[in-house]
């Protein structure tokens, strides 16, 4: 076994530097209906094809000079005040601004759409309690409380908290956080010491997974992390409540590295993980 890091148990809420966040309760695999409905996709396009024009126009209005540019146009129409014979001689100038803008705006939108459907549309293995099989889904499919199996070099979909490893001699998991902190050491998170059990066949692990989890609620903090978990009677440590850490959980965008494959439950998606609060 190696060493667990020290946790404290939570009790009622989180309470970070300034705000303090109710704990959430998270129900793993089988019964999902009392988990947080949040969606695992991920949005980072501000517009659609049917929003663009409303969505662009109220933008650069809320800008004080294109406010300005517009009142000028408007005061050169005006009879009583006009200095051009009623001729905007700025709104040439100024509707060509705004379509350099429009254009740029497209471009870039256009790009993160495409990144959204990459990201939203990548496989990741997960445990079907119905059919006691892994199941490849898509990323935006993942739910909270439900357990994956991520592979060597796969990106992780969802905040998880590890429960299970490949590696069972260390019983870790190499990650990559290049993608949350820039740093392109490896590092290794840990499955906690009291769910350590020796395992064969990962199908038959993963159908004995459940319990409930209580965590802290979403935060931008991504250096600290606290929970407990009370597993299913079937698991090791079953019905014992024992202290999660940061030490334990691996954050949406790392990457699994020198590590055949790392089982895990996720206990936030989509927009209120924590890479997705930070960026």
Known sequence: KTAAAVATPVSTTSTTSTTTTPLRQISVSGDLANNSPTSNLVKTSTYTWYDFLPKFLIFQFMRPANVYFLVICILQMWDKVTITSGRPTMALPFAFILMVQAIKDIIEDAAKHKADNLQNGRLVLVYDPDTHAWAQRKWYEVKVGEVLKILNKEFVPADVVVVGSSDQENNGVFINTKSLDGETDLKIREVPNDLIEPFTDDLAFAKKIGGKITCQGPTKILTKF????????????????????????????????????????????????????VW
């Open 226 to 277: 606290e929970g407990a978990y009370v597993p299913a009677p079937a698991q090791a440590g079953g019905g014992k409540k024992m202290p999660l850490s940061l030490n334990n959980c691996i954050f949406r965008g790392c990457q699994i590295k020198q590590t055949e494959y790392c089982i895990g439950v996720s206990f936030f998606c989509g927009g209120v993980e924590g890479v997705e609060l």
